[in-house]
Structures are given as C-alpha cells and as structure tokens.
C-alpha cells in the first residue's frame, strides 16, 4: 500500500513550526530576550559596583580605656570610629554599652544582647573623618568585680552597633565587640566574634 501523501491544500497539514518565517522569528525573539535580560542584569551589577565603590563605610579605628581595675573605680573608654568609605555616612547613630562579662569565655550566641542604652545621634560622618565616643560603666566595680577582674577571670566588654545611611540611601549597620584583657595596656581588642560591618 502506497504511502498517503501530505496534501499541501489542508491547513492542519501545515504546521506552523515547519515555516522558515516562524522559526527566524522565533529565534530572533528568543535572542532578543535574552539580550535585553543579560543587559539588565549587567546594569544592576555595574550599578551595585558603582554604590559599592563609593559608599560610605563606618569601623573601629581604635579603643582605649582608663582603669584601674580595682574596686568602687569607674572604667571609661573611648571609641574613635572612622568613615573609610568615599561618600558620607549620613544619619548616624551610634550605641554602645559597657559590661563586666562574668565568664572567661564567651557564650555560644550568634548575636550579643540587644542593647538597651539610647541611641546617640551623631549626624553625617564625612570621608576620611573620625567621631569619638566616650562611655563609663554604669556604676563603680563591686568587690567581687574588682576581684575577679584582677584575677583575669573576668573581663570589661564594650558591646555596639552604630546605623547609617549611605548616599544611596541603603542602611548599614556596624557591630562591634571590644574587650579589655591586658590590664598593662589601655587598648581594647576585638572580640573573637560579633564584629561585622555591612
């Protein structure tokens, strides 16, 4: 039995994707998609480049403190934070608290205690500028503060953040942890963790 031949008169016969006019259109809209798609996410990473480039950003510079560690005193310290960044930072805000961290390690957290000191509002950070923060313990150091202190088996930390805007009007944030564990010097170092900057 012969085979049936296609009849070039039925239009179901016909398929559309079997046209040579179709299939370049097709293809010619499918690559103009996807070169508008690759544009538009490669002006987004130049962008974000760009804002990255010439943001503002805000770190500990350096963190000193007076003592002595030793009963009914008070310890102050005093933070300088500089804007390394190109632009300012604008709106910023700056908190920090200091403890007597009863332990000689530190806890398993992911993240250091909420602080409940206000938030002191220190406006823009120019470009290469330095703002100084000073603070005390709440209250003079206790016997056993001052004791426990001496022996290094406690510490004084300084826990912060500090909130700003960029140019660009992206939020940014700075943690920071300090600690005192070398009674022979006045600086603070960093903490082994809860130090970010973004």
């Known amino acids: 039995m012969a085979a049936q031949e296609e009849d070039p008169s039925h239009p179901g016969r016909n398929r559309w994707y079997k046209s040579p006019v179709y299939v370049v259109s097709g293809c010619v809209a499918f690559l103009a998609f996807v070169l508008v798609v690759a544009f538009a996410i490669h002006s987004l990473m130049l962008k974000r480049a760009h804002q990255a480039a010439e943001r503002a950003w805000v770190k500990v510079q350096d963190a000193t403190i007076v003592g002595p560690l030793v009963q009914h005193n008070v310890p102050r310290a005093t933070i300088l934070f500089r804007n390394t960044g190109r632009s300012p930072a604008l709106t910023t805000s700056i908190r920090l608290v200091m403890t007597v961290w009863t332990s000689n390690k530190f806890p398993d957290w992911e993240m250091p205690p909420k602080l409940t000191t206000d938030a002191e509002s220190v406006g823009a950070i120019d470009p290469g500028s330095v ?48 600690i005192w564990r070398d009674a022979h010097s006045e600086r603070l170092s960093p903490c082994e963790k809860w130090n970010d900057a973004n």
């Not at 202190?149 to 942890?177: M, Q």
Request: charged share 20%; glycine share 4%; aromatic share 8%.
């Open 131 to 178: 703002v100084s923060q000073a603070l005390s313990l709440m209250t003079p150091l206790t016997d056993e503060q001052g004791m426990h202190l001496e022996r290094k088996d406690w510490f004084i930390v300084i826990l912060g953040a500090v909130s700003y805007l960029d140019i660009f009007d992206n939020p940014h944030e700075t943690e920071l942890c300090l």
